[in-house]
């Protein structure tokens, strides 16, 4: 199973700006779209954006659209998301995953990291 490790989460004030990165684990991330999926509390999981396997085309969630951005840099297999004007609803844990068809949604039988936090409060 591919395996991933997510980074770059904390605490941030409403307005504020995080950069969250996923590495791959024992494989390269070139031969996949790979996308960010978050889950907040008593929430389903969501998909928030994804990336295509060289970085031509990008898919993002209506709720997230101008304010994040998905890139990848297949050199250092990361992929990464920079969240700005973030607000509290923004506050889950977010993974990374591959995402087929650039459809915001997991591949099936994906196996999902710890993922990092991100909150977003005052």
């Known amino acids: 199973q591919l395996q991933f490790v997510e980074s770059g989460g904390g605490l941030v004030q409403p307005g504020g700006s995080l950069r969250l990165s996923c590495a791959a684990s024992?494989?390269?991330?070139?031969?996949?779209?790979i996308g960010w999926f978050r889950q907040a509390p008593g929430k389903e999981r969501e998909g928030v954006s994804c990336?295509?396997?060289?970085?031509?085309?990008?898919n993002y969630a209506d709720s997230v659209k101008g304010r994040f951005t998905i890139s990848r840099d297949n050199a250092k297999n990361t992929v990464y998301l920079q969240m700005n004007s973030l607000k509290p609803e923004d506050t889950a844990v977010y993974y990374c995953?591959?995402?087929?068809?650039?459809?915001?949604?997991?591949?099936?039988?994906?196996?999902w990291g710890q993922g990092t936090q991100v909150t977003v409060s005052s």
């Open positions: 995953a591959p995402c087929p068809w650039l459809l915001l949604r997991p591949q099936a039988g994906s196996s």
């Open positions: 024992g494989f390269t991330l070139d031969s996949y779209p």
């Open positions: 990336i295509s396997q060289r970085g031509a085309s990008t």
